[in-house]
């Protein structure tokens, strides 16, 4: 019992800390970003894809990247799993397009970020650190996003339900032997 376990955990640990992995890497310097670009062009893009992002059902998503990456440019594998052991290039080419449908969780995680900042970048003491002259980033990542984290990092927390939940339909269009498979 304890093996059969062990066989069905590790692929769907492994999807969803490398999903975890893609979405806060790209959906916290995204709505930072956007943040920064209140009103602008990049902050509606960013906007914009978020809402999309979080409006496709993640099988759609899964199904186009799969036509995309692995039937027309033929890049990646359209199925299974690697394990870590069998190495790290089979292990990343068998993940990258799995962890991609997490662009649901990318999109939360991006809206709350820029709503966050957006709150943190009205403050008195992010005024004052503009007004002394303290480069724009320094400003931005050191006051800003320091001050702003205890959101973000709480949305994460409790997004990683919904990458739970998510991993059961990534793990079957992907024939992945998790807990699904």
């Not at 400003?139 to 990683?160: D, Q, S």
């Not at 991993?167 to 992945?176: N, R, W, Y």
Request: net charge positive; hydrophobic share 60%.
């Amino acid at each position: 019992m304890a093996t059969l376990i062990g066989q069905r955990i590790e692929p769907t640990l492994a999807l969803t800390v490398c999903t975890l992995i893609v979405a806060v890497g790209l959906a916290v310097p995204l709505g930072v970003l956007a943040a920064a670009r209140a009103g602008g062009w990049i902050d509606r893009l960013v906007m914009a894809l978020s809402v999309l992002g979080f409006s496709v059902p993640v099988f759609v998503i899964a199904y186009g990247l799969i036509f995309l990456f692995a039937v027309w440019l033929d890049w990646l594998p359209v199925q299974g799993y690697r394990s870590l052991s069998e190495g790290f290039v089979p292990f990343i080419r068998h993940m990258i397009l799995p962890a991609w449908p997490g662009i649901v969780y990318m999109a939360l995680i991006a809206r709350i970020t820029r709503a966050t900042m957006l709150d943190v970048l009205a403050q008195d003491y992010v005024r004052t650190a503009n007004a002394k002259g303290l480069a724009p980033g320094t400003v931005l990542i050191r006051h800003a996003l320091k001050n702003a984290a205890v959101p973000i990092v709480t949305i994460i927390g409790i997004g990683v339900a919904l990458l739970i939940g998510g991993v059961v339909v990534t793990e079957t269009v992907f024939a992945i032997p998790g807990w699904a498979g």
